[in-house]
Structure formats: C-alpha cells, structure tokens
C-alpha cells in the first residue's frame, strides 16, 4: 500500500521473422492500439474501481525517452507519442529504447524481436478477465507476423482456477457416467 504496488500481467510481442522484429510500423500501430485499449479496461464493481491501474500501464507510448538536449540540458518526451508511419520512425523507436538501460532488456529484447506491455491490476481475481478482453482485442488487429503472449503469476493463478471449473464440469458427469455404466 505504502508504495502502490499493486498485481501485474504482461503482454509479450515476439516477431522472429522480420530482420526488424517488433519495430515494423504495423506491429508498432497495434501495438499502440492496444496499449490505449488495455488503459480503458476499468468498470465499477461493488462500489470500487476494479480493472488496469492505467497511469502504470509501461509500454512504448507510455514511457519517457530521456535524451541530451544540448549542453547542460536534458531532454524529456514519450518515447512512441504516435505510431510510426515509416520503418525509419519505428527503427528509431527501437534504437531510442535500446539506449535507454531501464528499457533495454526490459520493456525492449536486446535484439529488437520483442517488447513488452506492464499492466497493472487493481487485484489479481480480475487477470482472467482482463487477459480474456486483451486477448479478443489481439484478435482483431491487421495482419501481422507478431505473436502475442499473455503471462504474469496472477493470470497462471486465475486461469488455473477458472479452466479448473470448467474442466470439472466436464470431467465431473463423464467419470459419473462412466461409474454408471
């Protein structure tokens, strides 16, 4: 509490198949799409604002590029303000991230093939829920070479718990039909 930590998912990017990975202006817009899409996944339950903690979300857009600006003075902007239209304007993305320590290896792969979208929760019960809206949103973006990947210990934990129910409902009347029979 005393720090506003709170439970995070991740959503990975990997494209192997490009010599510039994620750092394609398509991958790029949707990637940007679906980090303002993510930041509006929040909904009232219970009196409580349950859903992403959207000033925490870190992703390309969301992030500060930290540059010399001239002698004595630095300079601060977002690192992706808007998609790139251009593999220029993605690659500098990707080489502006890479010269960033706190980005390189984190939110960007060394390599250029993959990034990484930080979402926080208000608590890890909605993961499966959130991960599920994520999921439907990837689903509709343009041909791309991308894959997505969703992973974090809260939806592990919630997705355990939810295919767990569905599983017994399935497997609970078989093994009594089976016992039946």
Not at 18 to 26: D, L, R, S
Not at 112 to 122: E, H, Q
Not at 137 to 142: E, N
């Amino acid at each position: 509490k005393l720090f506003d930590l709170y439970d995070m998912i991740v959503v990975g990017v990997v494209d192997t198949s490009t010599k510039n990975g994620v750092f394609t202006p398509t991958t790029l817009q949707n990637i940007y799409g679906l980090t303002k899409y993510i930041k509006t996944l929040q909904w009232e339950e219970n009196g409580k604002t349950e859903g992403v903690v959207a000033i925490d979300v870190m992703a390309p857009s969301t992030v500060d590029n930290i540059e010399q600006a001239g002698l004595g003075s630095v300079s601060f902007d977002w690192l992706m303000p808007t998609p790139p239209q251009t593999d220029i304007e993605a690659l500098a993305i990707r080489d502006k991230a890479l010269n960033l320590p706190m980005l390189n290896g984190s939110l960007v792969s060394e390599d250029g093939k993959a990034l990484s979208i930080y979402v926080p929760l208000t608590s890890k019960n909605i993961s499966y829920e959130v991960a599920e809206k994520i999921r439907t949103k990837v689903a509709t973006f343009a041909k791309s070479t991308a894959d997505y990947h969703i992973t974090g210990l809260p939806v592990a934990q919630d997705q355990f718990g939810v295919e767990m129910f569905v599983q017994m409902a399935i497997s609970a009347p078989a093994a009594m039909l089976l016992i039946f029979i």
